[in-house]
C-alpha cells in the first residue's frame, strides 16, 4: 500500500503549460534573450563567453564562507565538470548535502547561481557538494548534461572518502532545471543498464526539488518548451526513450523520503509539474511532502530567507539532522 502524500500550504495551483528559462539571481546568469516562436515564453539557449577560474575568481567563494573551506573534486576536462565541497569551520553534521544548480540547463549558468544556498547550508553545519555540469550549447544536452550530472553528484563519494564522511547520509537537492537534475539523479539506481546515469556510486537518503522540472515529457512536445527539447535532442513523439530515462516523474518508484516544493505564481515553471511528481511518486509508495506555495514566484527558493527554502531546511533537519 502506498505511503500518504503529506501536503503542505496547499493554496492554489498554476494552470497552462508553462516554459521554462534560465532563472535569475546567479553570478554567471546572462541577460534574457528574445523569445523564440517555437517557444513563446522560453528563453533560449545561450553561450557562455570565456573560462572562469574557480581558483582566482572570487564569486565562486560563497558571501561568508572562505576558499580555504573548498576542496575541488574534478571528473573531466571542461571547467564545468567539477565539484565543489564546502566543509564548515570546526564540527559539523554527520552528512553531506549535495545542491545542483538550474538555469534552464543553459551553458551560461554555472554552480555560482545558488552560492547564498550552499552558504546558507554551510553556515548550518552542512557540508555541501555544490555540482556543475556541462550545458546545451556547451558539451551538454543529451547524454553529456545527464552524465555530468551522474559523475558530479557521484563525487560525493570521493569526498565521504577523504573526508571521513559518512556516504549513506547524502541528500540531492537542485533549484528549476536543478531539481530536475537532482530528482533524476535520485532515482539512476532504477536506470536500465547502459543508459546514461546507469550504476550510481552514490544513492542518497533522500532528494529534494524546488520550482523544479519534475515532468519533462509533457513540456517537450512541439509547442511547448524549447529548452527541454534541446536538452533531449528532440519532441517526446521523436525520442521518447530517452524522457522515459530523463523524466524524474517516470522514474517513481524512489525509495526514500522526497520534499518538493512550487509556488503557484511560478510563470517560468507550471506548479502542476510538482503536482503530477508527487501523484506518481506517492502512488509508487514512496513518502513526499509536498508544499504548494499561494503567491510565490519562480526566483524564491534562490533566497535561503524566502518562503521556500526555510521548508526544505525545517525538512532536512527532520531527515538528516
Known sequence: MGLPLRRRAVLGLAL?????????????????????????TATPTATATGTPDAATDPS????????????????????????????PVGGHRDAIVVVVHGGGWDAATDRRNLNDLVADLVGDGWPVLNADYRGNG??????GTFTDVAT??????????RQSLPADRVCFVGHSAGG?????????RGLPAGAPGADPRVVPACAASMAGVLHPTPLGFEGGDV????????????????YAIGDPTRRAPYGFPLFVAHGTADLTVPSSQAEAFAGAATGAGDAVELHLL?????????????????LFRTWLEATLG
Open 227 to 242: 529548452n527541454v527539447t534541446t536538452l533531449f535532442g528532440g519532441t517526446p513523439s521523436e525520442v521518447d526513450d530517452r
Open 180 to 188: 530536475h537534475l537532482a530528482m533524476w539523479a535520485a532515482a539512476r
Open 16 to 40: 497552462g503549460g508553462g516554459a521554462l528559462s534560465a532563472c535569475t539571481g546567479g553570478p554567471a546568469e546572462p541577460a534574457p534573450s528574445t523569445t523564440t516562436a517555437a517557444s513563446p
Open 294 to 310: 499561494d503567491g510565490v514566484p519562480h526566483e524564491d527558493p534562490q533566497d535561503p530567507d524566502g518562503r521556500t527554502f526555510p
Open 60 to 87: 565562486f567563494v560563497p558571501t561568508g564562507l572562505d576558499a580555504s573551506q573548498r576542496t575541488e573534486y574534478r571528473f573531466g576536462d571542461h571547467h564545468r565538470q567539477v565539484s565543489d565541497l564546502w566543509l
Open 152 to 161: 558530479a553528484v557521484d563525487m560525493a563519494a570521493e569526498a565521504a572518502d
Open 138 to 143: 556547451d558539451g551538454g544536452g543529451w547524454t
